[in-house]
């Protein structure tokens, strides 16, 4: 059980924490990373990321996320292995009380926290994370060329990945749990005109069949109860998020998803000295390339409300 005092700590450790911690240390700031139990956070389901500048060859999410560790590492940044349980922000500094029984008090907060693809919770469904299974279309649907995919879920999510989908697979089959998307009309009567996708109606995925990946999909009407196999060679999530914001939302202004509100163009919070980063305020984007930005704005945003509150 330890106090640590710090001029800035960054709560999270995915793409967004990484690169605030770089920017940061290098900015002199000294700032602490508390990275949570999933380390490297949602990037390290990915089995393999093409689109991320600067890397020729396709790199596993895993193995990104070590490099940006190593980086902030190498820059000074300290890492703790623990998660927040408790925040204060009425004052500063602010006040973290971690799992491990840690204190940690700071001038100023990143909150990194990201956000969490809900799962369908079914049997064999962990088993072929990343072996077939996504949460994200534009990471991996490049890997389907041609091949028979399903995308779950009936949202705007659901329905702009299928239509991204068919630029690569040869099939789309949505699965739908009910009789009527909530998805946008424009993207509903697109969904309806594309030849790739079929709409499976008021049905849910019972079982992921394969071997090492997974090879199709046993399904089941929930109307009829009938249920059949669908050959598949990967299976997309599109069933929401979860902002990882329940630590903060006595404190933090969110919009009505939960996500954290920040100002135009800014990571800047409702709280002076209080930023955030990432997906945990972006339900329009979430990708990592876009995250690791948000990530160097709210540390240059830090150093500026700290370089202000010396003067
Ligand atoms: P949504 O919450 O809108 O949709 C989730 C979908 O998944 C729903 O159709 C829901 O079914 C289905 N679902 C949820 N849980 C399960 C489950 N356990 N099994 C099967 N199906 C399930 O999430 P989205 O990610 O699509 O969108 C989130 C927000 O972001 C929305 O406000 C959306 O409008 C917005 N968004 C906007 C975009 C834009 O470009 N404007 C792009 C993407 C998202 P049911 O309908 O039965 O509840």
Known sequence: MSEYVAKLIIIGSGPAGYSAGIYAARAGLEPIIISGFEIGGQ?????????????????????????MRTQALNFGVQIINDRVTEVDLSARPFVLSTENGNCCKTQSLIVATGASAKWLNIKTEKQYIG???????????????????????????????????????????LIHRRDALRADSILQQRLLQNPKIEIVWNSVIEEFIGGQNITG??????????????????????????????????????????????KPKSTATNIEGVF????????????????????????????????????
């Open 131 to 173: 072996k077939g299974i996504s949460t994200c279309a534009t990471c991996d649907g490049f890997f389907y060329k041609n091949q028979p995919v399903a995308i779950v879920g009936g949202g705007n999510s659901a329905a702009i990945e299928a239509l991204y989908l068919t630029r690569f697979a040869g099939k789309v089959y």
């Open 276 to 311: 955030a980063a990432g997906d945990v305020q972006d339900n329009a984007f979430r990708q990592a390339v876009i995250a690791v930005g948000s990530g160097a704005m709210a540390a240059i945003e830090a150093g500026r409300f700290l370089a202000a509150q010396d003067n």
């Open 43 to 67: 990037l390290t389901m990915t089995a393999s990321v093409e689109n991320f500048p600067g890397f020729i060859e396709p790199v596993s999410g895993t193995d990104l996320m070590e490099k």
């Open 217 to 262: 999909i046993k399904i089941k009407n929930v109307l009829t109860d009938e249920r059949k196999t669908l050959d598949i060679s990967g299976v997309f999530l599109a069933i929401g998020h979860t902002p990882n914001t329940e630590l903060f939302k006595k404190y933090l202004t969110l919009d009505d998803d939960g996500y954290i509100l920040t």
